[in-house]
């Protein structure tokens, strides 16, 4: 079982940065993708950016240039940098951890409980 801890969340200004962290613990396995997923009240939660075990990144197009999601294999931690940060940013953000490749899908997700991100003046 894997357990998932987010921390990092809270008020910034627009054009202003944070970086999330989600610590892991539990069995890491080498085939495994780690996500950061954002929800606004109401809304269906979105995918913003993943990191496979082997390194590779995905972004959505809203945030690709202005956020990098990376990861340290030996605790292991996932992180969020997050720069010039806009209101349309503002949302519960939610670590996902997924495993058992199936080579169409996972058939295992582990997610950390929510952290809120205000970007406002």
């Known amino acids: 079982q894997v357990q998932l801890v987010e921390s990092g969340g809270g008020l910034v200004q627009p054009g202003g940065s944070l970086r999330l962290s989600c610590a892991a613990s539990?069995?890491?396995?080498?085939?495994?993708?780690m996500s950061w997923y954002r929800q606004a009240p109401g809304k269906q939660r979105e995918l913003v950016a993943s990191i496979t075990g082997s390194g590779h990144t995905n972004y959505a197009d809203s945030v690709n240039g202005r956020f990098t999601i990376s990861r340290d294999s030996a605790k292991p931690t996932l992180y969020l940098q997050m720069n010039s940060l806009r209101p349309e940013d503002t949302d519960v953000y939610f670590c996902?951890?997924?495993?058992?490749?199936?080579?169409?899908?996972?058939?295992?997700?582990?997610w950390g409980q929510g952290t809120q991100v205000t970007v406002s003046s």
């Open positions: 996902n951890y997924a495993t058992d490749y199936t080579g169409d899908y996972y058939m295992h997700d582990y």
């Open positions: 539990g069995s890491i396995f080498t085939n495994y993708l």
